[in-house]
């Protein structure tokens, strides 16, 4: 009787399990198939609610973006709507009479649009980040301080080949914020020219100092964080990494630092610090879509040649999803970024004060 019941219980058990499981993927599958029709139902109205960022959308459909730098414009251009249409609001209750919000509006799509290669400059474009094959040795880094850094740190032997990709990581993501500071710099320079040239000089006077500060505070938080970073390389790659280290992620540890800096109590720095924890996790998690993603439409081109039409409807469904996924995540990790800067940089500014 007792081995009766024993074997009732292990079957019951092992149908919870099962339950469970299928509860699992059935949430996962439904998920994606949410996800794709909202994403074909964006493409029969407009990606966007804003007709400008449509048609910035619309020209990128005709580059040779790789999939996950498309699904990156997308997260970049949602931010941007965002922006946009709180502007909207602000404006309609007279709330940026000045006209400052607005005008930082068009220098972020500017920046955008160099970003992805759309400004005419062919030289302008981030270089794609390859998810499959992340190979250092064809790439470069654009900058002779940071190649000697680099070059020192992989015949140091005070690395593994684990440490050496994350290094690697840290290095490619320094390069992409003097890059993103320089476009931004060229934006800000060219609208400030135009600013110049269409104020009459009786007008000149009014002209309040706050403005052109704000205007260069995001240079002024971007050229400290590339200052922070840049002393943060010199020391890992000399020294090698620090066993006790917090965070991995470029981004999270360019906040870390930059938050240590900053007038946070005690208090709020420790939940700061609990609070990059959860982006640093938000983050991975759309590292591993962008790769799968990426697998996914080398996936699709293969089968795409083949012919079998019931093969290639399965691999295009699973595309839309992942690429629906891999948007949404990364509005997500995006406006998170967002806030989180905007967070450090008021606390930078009242240390200023």
Known sequence: MAALRALVGLVAAFLLAASSRASKYSREANEGLTAAAAGAKRRETGEFRVVRLNQVWEKAQRLHLSAVKLAELHSDLKIQEKDELSWKKLKAEGLDEDGEKEAKLRRNLNVIMTKYGMNGKKDSQLVDTNYIKDGTESDTLDDPRLEKLWSKAKTSGKFSDEELDKLWREFKHHKEKIHEYNILLETVSRTEDIHKNVINPSEENLVKEEILHNKHRELKDKLRSINQGFERLRKVSHQGYDATSEFEEPRVIDLWDMAKSANFTEKE??????????????????????????????????????????????????????????????????????????????GLQHNEL
């Open 269 to 346: 720095l420790e939940s700061f610090r609990e609070e990059l924890k959860h982006f640093e996790a938000k983050i991975e998690k759309h590292h591993h879509y962008q790769k799968q993603l990426e697998i996914s439409h080398e996936k699709l081109k293969h089968v795409e040649g083949t012919g079998d039409k019931e093969h290639l409807n399965r691999n295009r469904e699973k595309y839309a999803m992942l690429e629906e996924k891999t948007k949404e995540l990364g509005y997500k990790v995006k406006k998170h970024l967002q806030d989180l800067s905007s967070r450090i940089s008021q």
